[in-house]
């Protein structure tokens, strides 16, 4: 077996300068930024690096679609023992997006397959996303394109003769999959290691000596009409700057003699905080009021793909169906349901009071086990059958990777991690495009939004537009529906049998089921904590002293990072690739405060982040930074709330 590992050069996101951006086309200009090997790419190769050690023979090829300059990362993947490198540049592949993107490197891995640099058998490792896009889409949209298996978010992996068996993560935990028929794609995280931190000389003399396969258009077998800028499916129509959420206040220094006056000052503004009402519901995505439906460009319902938690609606997917319910009136249409399992009434129900007026259950979809092309085989044929205009998944582990495979099946547009989605009217050329689907996202780590529509020049063929919607970005509100009436859809497309043995990871012994969203109030770890002693000796009596005095549970919940280490299991993570939480208050404690960890946390009320490091990322998004060791500080806000407790 070879595999093709691919390789994306990425801007330096901490250092974007304001010229770098082309805001007509709504795109970067690379050769403005710092670039670099995209860190979960380098995973991906240490995972092949992995598989030649333990099966001698493998061979390794990098591939890359950038400008010239990627060369120089092309030559440090074969430094660090890639066999070879092919690099795709050319003008014509810029401004791509994701979609337009996956379909030219997937043609390319043919064409190696054609030119004899990979054998017939192979596997493509990839990192699960890039810092710049963020959107985890490019990896599972090569392998719909592929019509291959898609092996998400892997922890570890093992080699023998045979086949390969990763540990992945899903929603429901760690499974550990056994590879049948190949190719497939697989694709790293930071669960798993990174490459060494050096090579040596020799290695990088043999990669400057090396000849890097360079194609342009013409060398590759491609449709024109779905590379670059004019074959992407979707156009960035808006950049704007975030808008700021949180009101940072100054940073109080612990290490100052003043700081436990502070400390008791900061505590009553807290508790008089925690009993003020909560904040109101995200701003309404559509007038939920009745009114003549305008003209459209597109012609079908609103669907939403949801997904169900212990028997019931999850609270993403309650969000999901209010919002087609409001976009739904606008234009005039019916807002649908399409729920993995078999039909329920109790969901039907939950469908209903959101404002579904129709649901269409998928029995094929039922049960834990995570089969991504199985599944997206079956919801792509049910979303060509219904022909929605509006589709909207959620941005979860699981929306994260089934959206996008199920978007390059349709060959459609997909937007990822949406915060806001309306519908209105669109100029294109001088023309008014009506009634399209406008979607919301940040972009660049959180540094820009950009807004993103998908416009299709043949508007009956029944592609959609698409969005993944991130969890508590939208209102659950909307005018119940009087029924939901409901459908069973049994898919003909089964995928064929891939040879896939999978199966859960058991639970370590102790460890119970948690929902962080249940918790008002969070006490959130990172590795600034250090380790599970500090956890139990420091943050337990903080957290427990917490729900005495508020009266209220209290949660713990913790970085990726923490987890990757093994202080905490899953379950308590807090982030991308973990839980999306919307406390009342949240204690960030030695936590960074990078991205991933900010999707899942920005919208709590009040964020209180103590960290060492008074130029950590969350300073300069935290309500209220108390600058100081972890261990410092909470032993001194413990005994002030056991104190006012007694009292």
């Known amino acids: 077996m070879d595999i093709v590992t691919l390789a994306k050069f990425v801007p330096d996101i901490e250092r974007i300068p304001p010229d770098a951006w082309d805001r007509e086309r709504g795109t970067l200009i690379r050769s403005r930024l710092d670039m670099a090997f995209n860190p979960l790419d380098r995973v991906a190769l240490r995972m092949a690096l992995d598989v030649r050690r333990a099966r001698p023979g493998t061979r390794i090829v990098a591939l890359s679609m950038g400008p010239p300059g990627a060369i120089t990362m092309l030559r440090e993947a074969i430094a660090y023992g890639a066999d070879g490198a092919v690099l795709l540049t050319d003008r014509r592949f810029a401004g791509a997006d994701t979609i337009a993107t996956a379909y030219t490197l997937s043609r390319a891995v043919r064409q190696m397959v054609d030119a004899g640099i990979i054998g017939e058998d192979f596997a493509v490792f990839s990192g699960m996303q890039s810092p710049d896009g963020d959107t985890a889409q490019v990896p599972a949209q090569v392998a719909s394109c592929l019509d291959a298996p898609l092996y998400p978010y892997v922890r570890d992996l093992a080699a023998d003769d045979g086949r390969l068996e990763l540990t992945c993560l899903n929603s429901v935990g760690f499974q550990r999959v056994r590879t049948g028929r190949r190719p497939f794609v697989a694709t790293g995280t930071q669960l798993c290691p990174d490459l060494p931190f050096y090579v040596t000389l020799d290695d990088m003399q043999r990669a400057n000596e090396a000849q890097v396969v360079v194609w342009g258009r013409d060398d590759v077998e491609l449709d024109d009409r779905r590379i670059g800028l004019d074959g992407s499916r979707t156009r960035v129509v808006d950049i704007f700057e975030p808008e700021r959420k949180h009101q940072t206040a100054e940073p109080v220094e612990a290490d100052d003699d003043s700081f436990p006056r502070q400390a008791r000052e900061l505590l009553e503004e807290w508790r008089a905080a925690f009993g003020q009402a909560e904040s109101p519901e995200p701003a309404e995505a559509q007038s939920a009021t009745a009114h003549q439906p305008a003209e459209s460009y597109y012609r079908g319902d609103c669907a939403a793909l949801c997904e169900p938690a212990e028997g019931r609606l999850a609270a993403v997917s309650r969000e999901m169906i209010a919002a087609c319910a409001r976009m739904a009136d606008v234009l005039g249409v019916e807002p649908l349901a399409i729920v993995p399992g078999r039909p329920s009434q109790v969901i039907a129900d939950e469908l209903a009071a959101c404002g579904a007026r129709r649901a269409w259950f998928v029995p094929e979809l039922a049960g834990e086990t995570f089969r991504v092309r199985d599944r997206a085989l079956a919801l792509a044929e049910l979303i060509r059958e219904l022909r929605p205009q509006i589709v909207v998944a959620p941005a979860t ?251």
């Not at 049994?490 to 918790?519: A, F, M």
């Not at 960074?592 to 982040?609: C, D, L």
Request: charged share 20%.
């Open 397 to 647: 582990l699981t929306g994260r990777v089934l959206a996008p495979y199920v978007s390059a099946r349709l060959d459609c547009g997909l937007t990822a991690d949406c915060s806001a989605l309306r519908v209105a009217d669109f100029e294109r050329r001088g023309e008014g495009v009506p009634n399209v689907l406008f979607q919301t996202r940040p972009a660049l780590g959180g540094n820009i939004m950009a807004t993103i529509v998908s416009i299709y020049n043949d508007p009956t063929s029944g592609r959609p537009q698409m969005a993944t919607v991130r969890p508590g970005a939208l209102s659950g509100k909307a005018s119940p529906a009087s029924e939901c009436l409901v459908s069973t859809f049994h898919s003909s497309e089964r995928g064929g049998v891939w040879g896939d043995r999978i199966e859960l990871e058991p639970r370590p012994e102790g460890e119970t089921e948690i929902d962080l969203k249940d918790y008002e109030v969070l006490v959130s770890v990172g590795m600034g904590v250090g380790d599970r002693a500090t956890i139990d000796e420091v943050i337990e009596p903080f957290r427990s002293a917490l729900e005495e005095w508020l009266g209220v549970p209290v949660g713990l919940g913790c970085s990726r990072a923490v987890v990757d280490a093994g202080v905490l299991p899953h379950a308590h993570q807090v982030g991308q690739t973990g839980g999306v939480v919307k406390p009342a208050f949240y204690f960030a404690l030695g936590i960074s405060g990078a991205i991933q960890h900010k999707i899942g946390m920005e919208n709590a009320r009040v964020i209180v982040a103590i960290n060492r490091d008074p130029e950590a990322p969350i300073a300069g998004f935290a309500d209220h930074f108390i600058a100081g060791e972890v261990e410092q500080v909470l032993p001194v806000l413990t005994d002030i709330i056991r104190a006012q407790s007694a009292g």
